[in-house]
């Protein structure tokens, strides 16, 4: 997408609040995406988690790799 000054023909522009907002939105969206992408590739890489482990065990451990992996990109 490029910025222009003027929105084309037919399109409303957006007060710079309400883009803001939609950008905002915009991004929770794609960080949520990325997380589920992330998940599913794990699947796919190491199969289904024993049926034994409760949801919060793995989800905490997903957390923490998903967490240590951003810092080691900062």
Do not use: F
Request: aromatic share 2%.
């Amino acid at each position: 997408m490029s910025d222009h000054d003027t929105p084309p023909a037919g399109r409303e522009p957006l007060d710079s609040a309400a883009a803001d907002a939609v950008r905002a939105y915009a991004a929770k969206k794609r960080a949520d995406a990325d997380q589920l992408a992330s998940i599913l590739e794990d699947i796919a890489a190491h199969g289904l988690p024993p049926a034994i482990t409760p949801w919060e065990d793995l989800r905490e451990t997903k957390l923490a790799e998903l967490a240590a992996r951003r810092d080691n990109a900062a």
